[in-house]
């Protein structure tokens, strides 16, 4: 079954890096369209990144110029850079994956930025 498993979250300073990975099993990998999504403490759950099998990518407004996504196809893996962390950032990160209409999610990994 499709398993993502991410990591690489954890407490920054703003204005710090940190790069999330998503690993994934379960399906064929290189075929598959990759999103990386967050959810604050009382907000919906939204869109960050995604990109498609070709490598084509979009990004949330809040994010532009400071996050990249990016794929790495021979390790199963998606990778989420942010750059330039503001506090607004804080939230669970999720990795997310849409198989023949069907979704599937990681457990997640906290983002925390604070001084």
């Excluded at 959810?39 to 532009?64: F, H």
């Excluded at 989420?80 to 069907?102: G, H, W």
Aim: positive net charge; hydrophobic residues 35%; glycine residues 10%.
């Amino acid at each position: 079954q499709v398993q993502l498993v991410e990591s690489g979250g954890g407490l920054v300073q703003p204005g710090g890096s940190l790069r999330l990975s998503c690993a994934a099993s379960g399906f064929t990998f290189r075929f598959a369209a990759m999103s990386w999504y967050r959810q604050a403490p009382g907000k919906e759950r939204e869109l960050v990144a995604s990109i498609t099998s070709t490598g084509n990518r979009n990004y949330a407004d809040s994010v532009k110029g400071r996050f990249t996504i990016s794929r790495d196809n021979a390790k199963n893996t998606v990778y989420l850079q942010m750059n330039s962390l503001k506090p607004e950032d804080t939230a669970v990160y999720f990795c997310n994956t849409v198989i023949r209409t069907f979704a599937s999610w990681g457990q997640g990994t906290q983002v925390t930025v604070s001084s």
